[in-house]
């Protein structure tokens, strides 16, 4: 055959080729618009499906693109089905693809839900990581949905964190790009803030939120579940029931893991709140095995505390402490030091940042118009007053810091000495429950310590630990009872942290060890114009019995013991003229000394920011 007809027929082949390879493309970019349809139906295997024939397509094309958008999707329908470590694979291969292709968009959209699967593991060091390069593909401003999503995944690190400022104004900077309402960046911005505000403990702003996280998607299931823990919060325990056992029999039906496991914890925290232990621990039990094989390190550990809980509530002790050494762990494991670290370092340099702008404009500002010098320098000497306001308060904190501090080795000591003591009567019962109770009240203190004020009701339920160790140490040699004036609302009021147990710590050792026959301690709580009024009272020996008791140095602590309260609740006060705590004694008709009361005056005053 002569050349020339060779190459006609090559020609002709080839333009036959031509509609077959379009059409094939076509297909393939069918099926990846298919599988994006089944996860959003939230079919996770059907989507697989649908991806992996485009995957085999993308092959038989040789076309990278189309290759790497088919990994994506077959990494969120893996993800979707709650298998963790092999979405990560799948997503990290497909971001590497769209890095070679120079696909920015895509890499950026890819590396912002690897980050969202690393924070579903509670791996906070890798989510962080990769949601910040996705923010740096993002900064030409040309992908504003992905941009949106980034930031909200940013935020929620932050929340996580419990750096709720910072996340806010991740939120912030989402909101200011405008999503559309009731389009997914839309949803998931006000999902995310709800969240935040629920976290916060500004329950009806939460609500608020979710409401709006659900326009274009009423029947959304993690929303539903959100709004379910916004009434645990509140103690509704039937409403919160009926979110929970809606989601999670709609997901058992579609094999929806993440969301039975989050809706079983909940499930579990109420039957725990109704004392049906059975069913309690069948619910934390199955959030557990979901959620550990999957690497889900975050729903993990909460399932681990739910479980020692609920062992607690059962009188098992020592499985109690078990899945709580567990829990303690996987809390040190999910948040390292030196991630924290970092975090903070970007934080500081994103601040530098932000300042660094805000200096040029002014100096600009400075250059170009008189006016504008007098206004900043004016600006310059109210923020210098404000400062040196702050700087006096933020002392304040430290100093009550520092003595909270100083009073905590006093307390440990009698704990550990305790302990000692129930080993060496070889009473291990008693010391396993007593470590059990110790390890719960230290974890308590350090989560409050960096704290100047808590709520009243997070104070009572530290003080309670410690008061039902020392029934347990003294072979329940006093009841203690709490209450409340009507209408005063523990959850609403703000102390000092661990205030209250050095004062019922005295009552107890001086007071009614020395007595004979049952003990009562009575704490007793009122309000009168602003001033949070509580009453200590005891029925024991009375001060002049008790100091007859005490040695030198035992004197020397107590006293040393009460200057410190009294130089806390000073200082908490500020400028209170009343005296923070009066000493008195009890007595009956006959002028006889039948007790001890203490009265402390505490101002109260707003949460801290």
């Known amino acids: 055959m002569p050349r020339s007809a060779w190459l006609l027929l090559i020609c002709c082949a080839c333009c036959l080729s031509l509609p077959a390879r379009s059409q094939t493309v076509e297909q393939c970019r069918r099926a990846i618009g298919e599988g994006n349809n089944f996860l959003w139906k939230f079919l996770p295997l059907d989507a697989w499906a649908s991806y992996h024939e485009a995957m085999d397509m993308a092959l038989a094309l040789d076309d990278e693109y189309l290759f790497a958008q088919a990994l994506l999707g077959i990494g969120q329908a893996v993800w979707y089905n709650g298998k963790f470590y092999a979405a990560v694979d799948t997503v990290k291969l497909s971001v590497k693809h769209f890095r070679r292709v120079g696909a920015r968009g895509d890499e950026g959209s890819a590396l912002r839900i690897l980050s969202n699967i690393y924070d579903d593991q509670g791996d906070y060091e890798n989510a962080f990581k990769t949601v910040s390069e996705a923010l740096k593909l993002f900064e030409d401003g040309k992908n504003n949905m992905n941009h949106i999503l980034s930031l909200v995944q940013m935020g929620s690190l932050y929340r996580n964190m419990g750096d709720f400022e910072t996340a806010m104004a991740y939120y912030r900077r989402a909101e200011s790009l405008k999503p559309y309402k009731g389009e997914y960046p839309y949803r998931e911005l006000y999902h995310r803030i709800g969240e935040l505000y629920a976290a916060m403990g500004k329950i009806d702003e939460a609500r608020a939120a979710y409401g709006r996280s659900r326009i274009g998607n009423k029947g959304s299931k993690v929303v539903r579940m959100r709004l379910g823990d916004t009434y645990l919060q509140e103690k509704k325990y039937d409403i919160a029931f009926r979110y929970y056992d809606s989601v999670y029999r709609e997901s058992t039906l579609l094999t929806d893991i993440n969301i039975i496991i989050g809706s ?168 396993s429950q007593y470590l059990t109770r110790f390890s719960k009240l230290i974890r308590t203190v350090l989560v409050n310590a960096g704290k100047t004020t808590i709520t009243l009701e997070e104070e009572l339920a530290m003080l309670r630990l410690y008061l039902n160790m020392e029934q347990l140490r003294f072979r329940e040699a006093f009841d203690y009872t709490i209450e409340f004036d009507p209408g005063l609302h523990p959850s609403m009021i703000f102390v000092p942290s661990f205030i209250l147990q050095p004062f019922c710590e005295n009552a107890i050792w001086h007071g009614l060890l020395h007595k004979d026959g049952k003990g009562k301690l009575g704490i007793h709580f009122s309000m009168k114009n602003d001033i949070l009024i509580c009453k200590i009272s005891d029925n024991g020996i009375g001060r ?39 000493t008195e004694d009890i007595k009956n008709e006959k002028g006889e000394i039948t007790g001890t009361m203490v009265i402390l005056k505490i101002h109260n005053k707003p949460a801290d920011d």
């Open 264 to 431: 079983t914890l909940g499930l579990g925290k109420i039957y725990l709140a109704r004392k049906d232990l059975p069913h309690a621990l069948e619910m934390a039990q199955t959030s557990l095995d979901h959620s550990s094989p999957r690497g889900a390190r975050q729903s993990k550990r909460a399932a681990l505390k739910l479980l020692s809980e609920i062992y607690e509530a059962g009188g098992n002790d020592r499985q109690a402490l078990e899945y709580y050494k567990q829990y303690e762990a996987l809390t040190d494991s999910v948040v390292s030091e030196t991630f924290k670290r970092k975090l903070f370092s970007f934080r500081q340099e994103a601040e530098a940042g932000r300042l660094k702008a805000q200096r040029n404009i002014l100096v600009a500002c400075i250059a170009g118009v008189l006016i504008a010098c007098i206004f900043v320098f004016s600006i310059i000497h109210l923020r210098h007053k404000n400062e040196k306001l702050h700087l006096k308060q933020r002392a304040a904190e430290l100093e009550m810091k520092a003595l909270r501090a100083q009073m905590n080795p006093h307390f440990i000591f009698n704990c550990l000495s305790s302990i000692n003591h129930f080993i060496l009567n070889e009473e291990n019962n008693r010391a």
């Open 544 to 582: 002049e019995r008790a100091a007859a008791f005490r040695s030198g140095a035992v004197e020397k602590g107590a006293s040393f013991g009460n200057r410190l309260s009294a130089e806390r609740l000073s200082l908490f006060n500020g400028d209170l003229t009343d005296t923070s705590f009066v």
